[in-house]
């Protein structure tokens, strides 16, 4: 049966909750096409559409008070993010910030709800300062803050490249901020509010990472996930008195085997009041939740919760500790919003997990998207790289290879996409994410191989780490070695292997078609670096740094950086190429799509281009997503 694209990309998702102090939640969800503020008051019930943009929210957030919801949102896909305040009771909104010139980071409500932090680049396109915002309260309650008479934002403290506000103290005199050197480099600080003064609580001699941060229930401590003790993320507590840190023992530790254990918490929350907490591990991509409560300050009792097969993602806890929501997502389940109520805990109890909302599936059945096979591949230094791999059904496989029977082309074998992911820490997971789109190329008889090669995240710091700066290319040949792989699978066609990825997974796809031209059929790039020199010229300010630190640096790592960057080996190029950007990306700017499209038609190799003068770094616009994607099945039909 033949299936037009929008039928996949019209199913929805909801993501992001937050818990109000009654228990009702507030989330995102794209049902109108782009992500919106919706509201929901009990388990699958009806929920209400709070926004009615063009434009995506990016994040929710209920006030302490349970009065309103703030949330951010850009215009054009651009990321400069302005916030806004919600009613939902009578759906006003109050914009709080007015600077589209400049990006703001929410950073949370004051634990009394009469105040707001973010951070934001209105001093420097480079470095994000602290600020602290009034939100005023009528006397009838309620929460008031238009940006035509809202008392304007006091600076904190000035900062240094992007730091972001990730909490508040239990007090609401401090705040904890986090500085990403890097991927692999993060540190955290405390701001007086009061005085401005910015102390470091992360001294550490090597890389480190710290995420998840959180003060403790007495305020006199930190919890957070962190590596510095080892290969992968574990639970800690910095003592803010000494700065010692410890490992915080947890119930499932055991289970894992070595010290901080073989697999890292990716999702960590902790409510400072009850000393309850929520962490899900990844485990080859998989989630395991846990929940539980602090038993000492370096010990928690905690008990496995059952969830979808899948990934955990956007844990939170309510207020009073009561309640935990979370997305969950899987191959065949859209991202939905589960709960758990924590309050059983203290009867001794297990507690369940209960899904909230129940997003359309869009015009596919859920039953019939396919699930992938994890397998492992050797690769050129004996490392096993691991990669998720789906066949699609006989029937449609057959078809779609068989197509050019008569003409030389029909191998009766199966096409197959290698989907590069972007980062490059970050990994592919058995989560809802681009799953439609997937579904849809497996339904017209393409198989999909998903590897994490060596750069992504998931697998410890080391992993992570095996392709930094002079190593970039060594994650080209495992894609090369994954290739081989595939070209020995007796499924596949070997002459019909399409190479597709985004952002850096773009820029993967690109060296792959310069570097090893000969084992392609076609290529797809989206938001990716063809020239590592103008990319680090031109992306954001406050992004350089931080990408130079993996990367390499203009300064002392130019003619590396043009060594690697496939325009300048475009002559290698053999196959069609497609290639897709936004217009408005603040991230890979739109040139380098436009100067990889231009030499590659130079040499008379077939290109294709999709750029959105409304669109950024990611496509947000159903609109948009179905066109470009019905294009790039067009593409593919032709040339695979």
């Known amino acids: 049966m033949t299936r037009t694209v929008g039928r996949y990309l019209n199913a929805r998702g909801t993501r992001g909750a ?76 109050d914009q709080l910030t007015d600077r589209p010139d400049a990006i703001h980071e929410w950073g949370g409500w004051s634990p009394d709800g009469d105040r707001i932090a973010f951070t934001a680049n209105r001093r420097s396109t480079a470095d994000f300062d602290v600020y602290v915002m009034d939100i005023d309260t009528g006397e009838d309650g309620t929460a008031h803050g238009d940006a035509a008479d809202a008392t304007e934002p006091t600076l904190v403290c000035e900062g240094d490249g992007r730091i972001s506000v990730v909490g508040w103290s239990p007090s609401g005199d401090r705040l904890l901020i986090r500085n990403a050197h890097a991927s692999s480099d993060i540190d955290l600080s405390v701001v007086d509010i009061d005085s401005g003064d910015r102390r470091h609580v992360t001294p550490h001699e090597d890389a480190a990472r710290y995420g998840h941060p959180t003060f403790g229930p ?97 844990l939170t806890i309510g207020p009073a500790g009561t309640r935990a929501a979370m997305t969950v997502s899987s191959t065949n389940l859209n991202y939905s919003i589960y709960a758990v109520e924590l309050e059983t805990l203290a009867d001794g109890g297990t507690p369940a997990v209960e899904r909230w909302t129940v997003p359309s599936a869009g015009g596919v059945p859920l039953e019939q998207y396919h699930e992938p096979e994890l397998i492992r591949y050797e690769t050129f230094d004996d490392r096993d790289i691991p990669a998720f791999f789906t066949l699609p059904d006989d029937m449609e496989a057959g078809a779609r290879a068989g197509k050019g029977e008569g003409d030389g082309n029909g191998t009766g074998k199966t096409p197959v996409i290698v989907d590069i992911h972007g980062g490059p820490h970050s990994q592919r997971r058995p989560s809802w994410r681009n799953r439609p789109i997937r579904q849809y190329f497996l339904d017209a008889g393409y198989a999909i191989f998903e590897p994490n090669v060596r750069g992504s995240s998931g697998y410890g710091s080391e992993y992570a780490a095996l392709d930094d700066v002079e190593k970039r290319m060594d994650s080209v040949r495992d894609i090369a070695h994954g290739v081989e792989w595939l070209r020995d699978h007796p499924a596949i066609d070997a002459d019909s292997v399409v190479c597709y990825g985004r952002s850096y997974g773009g820029f993967m796809v690109l060296a792959c078609i310069t570097e090893y031209p000969d084992i392609w059929a076609a290529a797809v790039d989206f938001v990716g670096i063809s020239n590592w020199v103008t990319f680090l010229e031109n992306t954001g300010d406050y992004r350089r740094p931080h990408r130079e630190a993996e990367y390499g640096s203009l300064e002392s790592d130019r003619e590396f950086l043009e060594s690697i960057s496939p325009i300048h080996q475009v002559d290698q190029i053999s196959c069609p190429l497609f290639v897709q950007h936004g217009a408005n990306d603040p991230r890979v700017p739109v040139d380098e799509a436009r100067q990889i499209a231009d030499a590659v038609e130079e040499q008379g190799i077939p290109v294709e281009t999709c750029i959105f003068e409304d669109e950024g770094h990611h496509t947000t616009k159903l609109e948009n997503r179905i066109e470009q994607f019905e294009r790039i099945g067009s593409f593919l039909a032709e040339h695979v």
Not at 26 to 53: H, I, K, N, S
Request: proline share 5%; charged share 25%; with cysteine.
């Open 18 to 93: 937050t818990v109000a102090p009654d228990g009702s939640l507030a989330f995102r969800a794209d049902t109108t096409g782009t992500m919106q503020v919706w509201t929901l008051e009990e388990p699958g019930g009806w929920p209400t559409q709070q926004t009615f943009y063009d434009e995506r929210v990016s994040f929710v957030d209920w006030s302490p008070s349970g009065d309103v919801i703030a949330f951010g949102k850009d215009a054009g896909a651009d990321e400069h993010d302005q916030l806004y305040q919600l009613d939902p009771n009578d759906r006003t909104i």
């Open 218 to 314: 007495d305020g006199e401590a930190i919890y957070c996930t962190s590596d510095r003790f080892g290969n992968t993320l574990e639970l800690i507590r910095i003592d803010l008195g000494t700065l010692e840190c410890d490992p915080v023992a947890v119930g499932d530790q055991e289970r894992n085997g070595n010290g901080n254990g073989s697999w890292s918490i990716d999702e960590f929350e902790l409510d400072a009041a009850t000393g309850r907490i929520a962490y899900a591990r990844n485990v080859d991509g998989y989630s395991e939740l846990f929940v539980g409560r602090l038993r000492t300050p370096v010990e928690a009792d905690t008990v496995p919760v059952e969830v979808p097969d899948g990934v955990v993602s956007g």
